[in-house]
């Protein structure tokens, strides 16, 4: 029997580090994640595919041991992808088994809580699932105590639960399912696959990406963003919207986001410090509300509440359109 995955409503991903969404200063991840720690972030999710990230975390992670030792918090990490191109996939066994303890090197840390299959559309099914596979070897190395929880992340919620429903068939269920920018203020896509995700055995399931990669907020998304032009204008229009109001496209999309509490976790990118403080106080004020109402109490910042709500709706509604609507990964 695994250990409870007693994981933060709010998850820390990593991607952020490598300078894909916006420039980061040198010193923040150091500041972001002790931050994190301090607020009671307590997992962070990284890859060898962000650049550095796996490299800059550990070394945070290290510095920080005395105080956050490696009991006192979740890593989740990936394999099978390792840059921007389709031949930069390899999921074979021997590959994911030196990826895992090649990420172990760079996070010091002798297991991982989890281990996802990264970005499973972009290879054949039998890649993930086969003998000579990623997912076997996963399990091979979860039988051996170097990982805790076997996972699949990628974007098309279809070829997810195919997955899901293959290893389930063979009694080897998948734990956890990491799906991105399909819970968000655009697509909500995820709340009708959630029950089936359960029903193959999967235990938890992990919501990424509530700014869809950069979209959802008041900067322009960047370049490489998925996005037609169409939704880009719908999401620049919605951010002007938003600060119509005196609000922020972003924190809106991260309070949409982190309202659904059929997720385990939300993974949210933060930059720096004040990202993460932004971040807790949205949950942190969820919570105060949700207790106010049970106590029949009203706050001032109920009305703050009220218009944020508004907003959203009115947004909702712009985005409507949009909302089982993905794009297409891999692209052509």
Same mark, same amino acid.
């Given at each position: 029997m695994e250990k409870a995955f007693n994981v933060s409503k709010i998850s820390f991903g990593t991607s952020i580090f490598n300078g894909w969404h916006n420039p980061v200063e040198k010193h923040w991840p150091l500041e972001a994640v002790t931050r994190a720690l301090d607020l009671g972030i307590n997992e962070f999710d990284t890859s060898p595919y962000y650049g550095r990230s796996e490299e800059i975390l550990g070394t945070i992670l290290n510095s920080l041991r005395t105080r956050y030792p490696r009991s006192s918090y979740y890593l989740s990490t990936k394999v099978g992808r390792y840059g921007p191109n389709k031949e930069d996939f390899d999921y074979s066994s021997k590959r994911v088994r030196e990826s895992v303890e090649e990420s172990c090197r760079r996070l010091n840390t002798n297991y991982f809580d989890v281990v996802y299959c990264h970005d499973v559309e972009?290879?054949?099914?039998?890649?993930?699932?086969?003998?000579?596979?990623?997912?076997?070897?996963?399990?091979?190395?979860?039988?051996?105590?170097?990982?805790?929880?076997?996972?699949?992340?990628?974007?098309?919620?279809d070829v997810l639960i195919r997955i899901s429903q293959i290893q389930y068939d063979r009694g080897q269920p998948v734990d956890v399912v990491l799906s991105y920018s399909h819970y968000c203020l655009h697509n909500t896509c995820l709340s009708s696959c959630i029950n089936i995700f359960?029903?193959?055995?999967?235990?938890?399931?992990?919501?990424?990406?509530?700014?869809?990669?950069?979209?959802?907020?008041?900067?322009?998304?960047?370049?490489?963003?998925?996005?037609?032009?169409?939704?880009?204008?719908?999401?620049?229009?919605?951010?002007? &919207?938003?600060?119509?109001?005196?609000? $922020?496209?972003?924190?809106? !999309?991260?309070?949409?986001?982190? =309202?659904? %509490?059929?997720? +385990?976790?939300?993974?949210?990118?933060?930059?720096?410090?004040?990202?993460?403080?932004?971040?807790?106080?949205? &949950?942190?004020?969820?919570?105060?509300? $949700?207790?106010?109402?049970? !106590?029949?109490?009203?706050?001032? =910042?109920? %009305?703050?509440? +009220?218009?944020?709500?508004?907003?959203?709706?009115?947004?909702?509604?712009?985005?409507?359109?949009?909302?089982?609507?993905?794009?297409?990964?891999p692209p052509e």
């Amino acid at each position: 029997m695994e250990k409870a995955f007693n994981v933060s409503k709010i998850s820390f991903g990593t991607s952020i580090f490598n300078g894909w969404h916006n420039p980061v200063e040198k010193h923040w991840p150091l500041e972001a994640v002790t931050r994190a720690l301090d607020l009671g972030i307590n997992e962070f999710d990284t890859s060898p595919y962000y650049g550095r990230s796996e490299e800059i975390l550990g070394t945070i992670l290290n510095s920080l041991r005395t105080r956050y030792p490696r009991s006192s918090y979740y890593l989740s990490t990936k394999v099978g992808r390792y840059g921007p191109n389709k031949e930069d996939f390899d999921y074979s066994s021997k590959r994911v088994r030196e990826s895992v303890e090649e990420s172990c090197r760079r996070l010091n840390t002798n297991y991982f809580d989890v281990v996802y299959c990264h970005d499973v559309e972009f290879v054949s099914l039998e890649d993930v699932v086969g003998e000579g596979g990623a997912l076997k070897e996963l399990f091979r190395l979860k039988q051996e105590g170097k990982i805790k929880y076997v996972g699949i992340s990628g974007y098309p919620l279809d070829v997810l639960i195919r997955i899901s429903q293959i290893q389930y068939d063979r009694g080897q269920p998948v734990d956890v399912v990491l799906s991105y920018s399909h819970y968000c203020l655009h697509n909500t896509c995820l709340s009708s696959c959630i029950n089936i995700f359960h029903s193959l055995g999967v235990i938890y399931v992990m919501n990424a990406s509530p700014l869809s990669m950069g979209l959802l907020r008041e900067a322009p998304a960047p370049d490489w963003h998925p996005a037609p032009p169409e939704l880009r204008e719908a999401a620049s229009k919605c951010a002007m &919207l938003a600060q119509k109001e005196g609000l $922020k496209l972003s924190h809106l !999309a991260i309070q949409f986001a982190l =309202e659904y %509490e059929e997720v +385990k976790s939300t993974i949210i990118g933060f930059s720096n410090a004040k990202e993460v403080e932004e971040g807790i106080e949205c &949950l942190s004020r969820m919570s105060r509300r $949700k207790i106010n109402e049970k !106590a029949g109490v009203i706050e001032g =910042e109920d %009305e703050k509440y +009220k218009k944020e709500q508004i907003v959203i709706n009115m947004i909702r509604k712009y985005m409507k359109s949009w909302d089982k609507w993905s794009w297409r990964s891999p692209p052509e």
